[in-house]
């Protein structure tokens, strides 16, 4: 419990600066991919997102017999979210550069990985993030042994974080940005809980 929520803490705050530090209003496009900041920021996503995997199942063991079936399945949604999230993280963190040196109409919009498939990959990991924390939050809420306002930041974060800014669709990048925070602050704020909570027990 004290090491997920350490994962939690750590994982949250590496988010806040992934979004905090991303070029604005920069997300496709081989010279953005190219950006050292860009490649920064992206690598940040990949190590935030394995630590919020690690910190997620310290969560649900706090609670895992109040949860009840619809928590469970939005634990699990969450989790299998997390994971995909990670992998789009490996993807643009590690192979976008390489795409872009190589392949650069690649990761232009409407280039090859933004094809149907592609474009099919990113908006279920986005659905399958907003659906599994909607559920296992609503579940959260209803036991009540975290903070209110920390899960109410963990959901309102995955669902404006996970939703495609400008150029993919028409909300403003701030958008995207105000979801990293608050699903970060949200995420380290439940980390703080599992680390007291495991340190007084």
């Known amino acids: 419990m004290r090491t997920s929520g350490m994962f939690c803490i750590v994982g949250g705050i590496i988010l806040i600066v992934f979004v905090l530090i991303h070029p604005w209003d920069r997300l496709i496009g081989a010279s953005n991919a190219l950006d050292p900041r860009w490649q920064l920021a992206h690598r940040l996503h990949f ?102 306002w920390a899960i109410l930041m963990l959901v309102a974060g995955a669902i404006l974080g996970m939703t495609p800014p400008h150029p993919l669709t028409a909300l403003p990048w701030a958008v995207m940005v105000l979801g990293g925070v608050l699903y970060g602050a949200g995420l380290a704020w439940v980390g703080s809980v599992l680390w007291t909570t495991s340190a007084q027990s």
């Open 47 to 148: 190590v935030g997102a394995i630590c919020a995997l690690l910190g997620l199942p310290g969560i649900y063991a706090l609670q895992c017999q109040q949860l009840g079936t619809l928590g469970t399945i939005g634990f699990a949604l969450s989790f299998l979210g997390n994971a995909m999230f990670l992998g789009t993280g490996m993807i643009t963190a590690f192979i976008w550069p390489v795409l872009a040196l190589c392949a650069p109409q690649s990761v232009e919009l409407g280039g090859a990985l933004f094809g149907p498939l592609g474009s099919l990959s990113f908006l279920l990991t986005a659905a399958t993030m907003m659906v599994g924390y909607v559920l296992f939050g609503g579940a959260l809420l209803r036991i009540g042994m975290l903070p209110r």
